[in-house]
């Protein structure tokens, strides 16, 4: 049970150990099989379409992107609550570098994860008291980085297609490549084999992406939310007085939602990042960076190896150099990727640093 509680604890209290490894063992002590949940008399229609596409998701990541799916999501739990574990992010209010805690076995990362709501929202408000700016989101899936098999869970479950397969695609990639300590690569990583995945699965269906106008719309919002970045580092490095930083800082944000709502007054769904946007704080612009910032890096590795196999090998070799080198190293694969394919790929003409900068 320790082992379990390694992936989501740090080095704080037995009381926050002893919370990970219940709230661990809940999980893995409700497992039913895939096969026997289907079969099970009383079993709704609509859960046993789900848990059979999840078995096709799995076949594909096995077969088509060599993926180590072993029997890690072959089993399904029905939660008690809606969620699994609430996160906290939390970031000093004049920096957008997230605070860390570091973890016995997967290494220091910038989140805190609790199997309560009412410990994860205590942790916040003691974090908020300090001066941090805190993030608290719930958190539908997570990995073992396959110390576990992980399941199913009633959390997401219902998903549509493509996001479910997306998800699937991201926690697996965790299994093949995770660098002890380094989260903005692990993320990033596992989402670029989750966006460069998706299209593949989705032809594999025989299914037109309804997806393309979304993954247009998550990329505007990543430009947005990278400008913003862009716009309040020199304002945190500034030696003007605190009062002063605030002001400026407190502008920033509000440019941010002045411009978010003139890039998504022609969405069909407007309000898709809306709660996301107004509640956006050095917290929240520091959990887009470790998610994203390196994903385009990724994609080009992706283009330079040629196949899966190939770029899993690669990635790890990245992962294995010394960090300032294998940041540097992302960083020019990055460049090229925005270079040579950001005019065809990401097509929208809405101008994140132009409006920024307004």
Request: aromatic letters at 12%; glycine letters at 6%; a neutral charge.
């Amino acid at each position: 049970m320790l082992v379990a509680s390694a992936f989501l604890v740090g080095c704080e209290t037995v009381g926050y150990y002893a919370q990970a490894a219940a709230g661990q063992w809940r999980i893995l002590s409700a497992r039913e099989p895939i096969e026997e949940v289907i079969n099970k008399p009383g079993t709704s229609e609509q859960l046993q379409q789900q848990l059979q596409l999840i078995l096709e998701i799995r076949a594909y990541a096995a077969e088509v992107l060599k993926l180590p799916v072993g029997n890690a999501y072959s089993a399904y739990v029905q939660l008690d609550d809606t969620y699994p574990i609430w996160n906290v992010l939390a970031a000093p209010e004049f920096s957008l570098a997230p605070k860390r805690w570091c973890y016995p076995i997967a290494g220091c990362a910038s989140y805190r994860g609790y199997f309560r709501k009412s410990a994860a929202e205590a942790k916040a408000n003691s974090l908020h008291a300090q001066g941090y700016d805190i993030y608290l989101g719930a958190v539908p899936a997570y990995s073992t980085l396959g110390w576990f098999d992980d399941p199913i869970l009633s959390s997401f479950v219902n998903w549509p297609q493509e996001r479910l397969a997306g998800l699937l695609f991201h926690e697996l990639a965790h299994r093949r490549v995770y660098i002890s300590g380094d989260t903005q690569f692990n993320e990033s990583f596992a989402t670029a084999v989750s966006e460069i995945a998706l299209p593949g699965w989705l032809r594999s269906q025989g299914l037109v992406s309804s997806a393309d106008r979304a993954r247009a719309e998550t990329l505007s919002v990543r430009q947005l939310m990278a400008a913003t970045r862009r716009q309040l580092k020199p304002i945190y490095q500034s030696s003007e007085a605190d009062d002063v930083k605030r002001e400026q800082k407190a502008q920033v944000l509000s440019r941010l939602r002045q411009c978010y709502r003139k890039l998504s007054a022609n969405w069909p769904n407007p309000a898709r990042y809306q709660n996301y946007i107004e509640k956006t704080n050095n917290a929240t612009l520091a959990l887009a960076a470790e998610y994203e910032s390196q994903v385009p890096a990724f994609k080009q590795l992706y283009l330079d190896s040629g196949s899966w196999e190939v770029f899993y090998d690669a990635a790890q070799r990245l992962g294995d150099l010394d960090k300032v080198y294998r940041q540097e190293s992302l960083r020019v694969l990055g460049d090229r990727y925005r270079r040579e394919l950001s005019p065809r790929n990401f097509g929208s003409s809405f101008d994140a640093e132009r409006c920024m900068e307004i």
